[in-house]
T-cell receptor, first 109, second 115 residues
Framework: AQKVTQAQTEISVVEKEDVTLDCVYE???????LFWYKQPPSGELVFLIR??????QNEISGRYSWNFQKSTSSFNFTITASQVVDSAVYFC??????FGTGTRLQVTL | GAVVSQHPSRVICKSGTSVKIECRSL??????MFWYRQFPKQSLMLMAT?????????EQGVEKDKFLINHASLTLSTLTVTSAHPEDSSFYIC???????????FGSGTRLTVV
């Protein structure tokens, strides 16, 4: 079974601030995938990244970056220079079946 | 790309009626699709795994006779909410996976309101 904890329920930042969304997971699998999704107010889920458990290289994609630490079972997501359009609920998912409770990010002017 | 189309986006139905939601993979074939349910301000809960040409696999606590899933082709899965009641009102979303690094692509979701 897999379990994921997104301890931050809601985060509010001012535009241009950096923000990090935390994700801690539990799994008994030796190899697994980790995902982050974004759900804007319109409702659809947008795939952001998939990380394989044996690849601990951190990744940067534009203003997004991910910090995967297998030793602490964490897969944190950072948005640099946040924008209003980043306002959404962000879900961390260890695999396709389990989603965290989500972190609602509100970016204001 | 990997596009999943879900229809309808919104539906209002009367209590006791049935509603069918379609999930189509537009530019790829998906032998497996997934159906989720999301209550307001809550996470997604996997309801069932839809397998092309065979019976769906339901998660514990999900009523098979209530939520009928049909995956008759490699590009289409349908979820039928039978004899809908107000407590079935929710946001239903499907997903499918294309090979490679596309991850899981989600449909745009269907907001069902049973009155």
């Amino acid at each position: 079974a897999q379990k994921v904890t997104q301890a931050q329920t809601e985060i509010s930042v001012v535009e241009k601030e950096d923000v990090t969304l935390d994700c801690v997971y539990e799994t008994r699998d030796t190899t697994y995938y980790l995902f982050w999704y974004k759900q804007p107010p319109s409702g659809e889920l947008v795939f952001l990244i998939r990380r394989n458990s044996f690849d601990e290289q951190n990744e940067i994609s534009g203003r997004y970056s991910w910090n995967f630490q297998k030793s602490t079972s964490s897969f944190n997501f950072t948005i640099t220079a946040s924008q209003v359009v980043d306002s959404a609920v962000y879900f961390c998912a260890p695999g396709k079946l389990t989603f965290g409770t989500g972190t609602r990010l509100q970016v204001t002017l | 790309g990997a596009v999943v189309s879900q229809h309808p986006s919104r539906v209002i139905c009367k209590s006791g009626t049935s509603v069918k939601i379609e999930c189509r993979s537009l530019d790829f074939q998906a032998t497996t699709m997934f159906w989720y349910r999301q209550f307001p301000k809550q996470s997604l809960m996997l309801m069932a795994t839809s397998n092309e040409g065979s019976k769906a696999t339901y998660e514990q606590g999900v009523e098979k006779d209530k939520f009928l899933i049909n995956h008759a082709s490699l590009t289409l899965s349908t979820l039928t909410v039978t004899s809908a009641h107000p407590e079935d009102s929710s946001f239903y979303i499907c997903s499918a996976k294309k090979g490679g690094d596309y991850g899981y692509t989600f449909g745009s979701g269907t907001r069902l309101t049973v009155v």
